[in-house]
């Protein structure tokens, strides 16, 4: 059974920094996909940040770019979100995602091609 297990959401100010962090059992974290999403009151879930674990090719969304940073730590099947300069826009649920090798097309990652996905953790940047 995969299970993916996101850490590190909390309340900020604007400019402050997270780190958040997603566990992965059950599931080959070699080859494959792992993404963060997220998703304010009203509105869709939208990429953050994937990385493909194999290969560590990264991929951001254009208003994180710059001031996020995703890694992995293959010895713990980890990956980790590095949010620096964090602005009140960036408030919302903080998901964890994975998913196989075609996961990302041309440099876009939606939802729909993650297939599995955490709990989420809240994350909150005051003004």
């Known amino acids: 059974q995969v299970q993916l297990v996101e850490s590190g959401g909390g309340s900020v100010q604007a400019g402050g920094s997270l780190r958040l962090s997603c566990a992965a059992s059950?599931?080959?974290?070699?080859?494959?996909?792992m993404g963060w999403f997220r998703q304010a009151p009203g509105k869709e879930r939208e990429g953050v940040a994937a990385?493909?674990?194999?290969?560590?090719?990264?991929y951001y969304a254009d208003s994180v770019k710059g001031r996020f940073t995703i890694s992995q730590d293959n010895a713990k099947n980890m990956v980790t979100l590095q949010m620096n300069s964090l602005k009140p826009e960036d408030t919302a649920m903080y998901y964890c995602?994975?998913?196989?090798?075609?996961?990302?097309?041309?440099?876009?990652?939606?939802?729909?091609?993650?297939?599995?996905w955490g709990q989420g953790t809240q994350v909150t940047v005051s003004s």
């Open positions: 995602a994975a998913g196989g090798p075609g996961t990302v097309v041309a440099g876009n990652f939606v939802p729909e091609e993650f297939e599995y």
């Open positions: 990385i493909y674990i194999d290969g560590g090719s990264i």
């Open positions: 059950g599931y080959i974290f070699s080859s494959n996909c």
